[in-house]
């Protein structure tokens, strides 16, 4: 049996020309000068990101001025990471943006924006989502949602005594279509607020359903090993979630499926199984998919997905 159509939210690329405005700086390190000689270990930043020069001369003598970091990648100059004021939009990496007290930024899609993915919260108290349409104003408003650490269950008992477990991200998937409009996200918290991935993107669904089986590997990062003396040494470290499945394909979809994957070999997604469960609804990249073309009608697809998420 099938338990829910495939969902996936296909991110947009947020850059400079989607940025309108935010509260974060950017002032990381000093930005890169034409006219500045830069020797070993500078860092600087260029194009949202920051930069470390990796020599101050060659061997013919030449020195650091001049070399523009991005056109001279992996000779005068290495990407180290992206500023902090990008950091959350970096999907490919574990990056965050992090600000005493929260952070708004301001967004201009260009499209109708479907879904928000705010993941990897920490000592955030609350977030909010709006989208204002230049014609008819404010046509979204989340809301101040409070999270951070919350009861696990529902009951009283939970409530009173139960243990409290930590709120670190939210997901909308039920914008309304203003093609126009312009996306605000307010996250508040403490001093150490911090959120590790904002992703926007729109919303595509694929197949009949995914079938009964879906596994939910952990892969771990942790170091389990024995001493001199035979005692087990055991050190918690990272571990990342994924996800494997079977999807029963209409064949009609075929040909666009097989587009829509190949035009986004390694770019990071939210897949989302089924939504009753939370462990089935990863951001992550799929690393396998495998069609049966078995059927006059139908096409079952299996897919792996492995999470980007180190928890």
């Known amino acids: 049996m099938r338990a829910h159509t495939l969902t996936i939210t296909d991110p947009l690329v947020i850059g400079p020309a989607q940025l309108h405005a935010t509260n974060v700086p950017e002032a990381d390190y000093p930005v890169w000068s034409a006219a500045t ?53 970096d999907t490919r990496h574990s990056t965050d943006t992090a600000q005493a007290g929260g952070f708004w930024y301001e967004i201009d899609a260009g499209y109708s924006v479907g879904a928000v993915h705010i993941l990897g919260m920490t000592d955030c108290t609350s977030v909010r989502l709006r989208l204002t349409d230049p014609v008819d104003g404010l046509v979204y408003d989340s809301g101040e949602l409070a999270v951070g650490f919350q009861p696990d269950g529902g009951d009283w008992w939970s409530w009173l005594f139960g243990q409290l477990i930590e709120i670190d991200e939210q997901h909308w998937t039920d914008l309304p279509n203003y093609p126009g409009a312009r996306l605000r996200i307010d996250v508040e918290g403490g001093p150490a607020c911090a959120v590790d991935t904002i992703m926007i993107g729109q919303i595509v669904t694929w197949g009949r359903g995914v079938e009964r089986g879906l596994r939910l590997p952990r892969d771990s990062f942790s170091r389990m090993e024995e001493d001199l003396w035979g005692e087990v040494v055991l050190e918690r470290r990272a571990f990342i979630r994924g996800m494997n499945f079977n999807l029963l394909l209409p064949n009609s979809q075929l040909d666009a499926f097989n587009r829509f994957i190949d035009e986004r070999d390694t770019v990071v997604m939210f897949w989302v199984a089924t939504d009753r469960f939370t462990s089935t609804q990863i951001m992550g990249y799929y690393t396998r998919v495998d069609a049966s073309m078995d059927y006059p009608e139908d096409t079952p697809v299996a897919i792996d997905v492995r999470g980007m998420k180190r928890n």
Do not use: C, H, K
């Not at 470390?52 to 650091?64: C, F, I, K, P, Y």
């Open 37 to 89: 000689t830069y020797t070993l270990a500078n860092r600087v930043i260029f194009g949202g990101s920051i930069w470390e020069a990796l020599m101050t001369s060659d061997t013919t003598g030449a020195t650091n001025i001049g070399r523009q970091p991005d056109l001279t990648r992996d000779i005068w100059w290495q990407r180290v990471r992206p500023t902090n004021r990008w950091g959350a939009f």
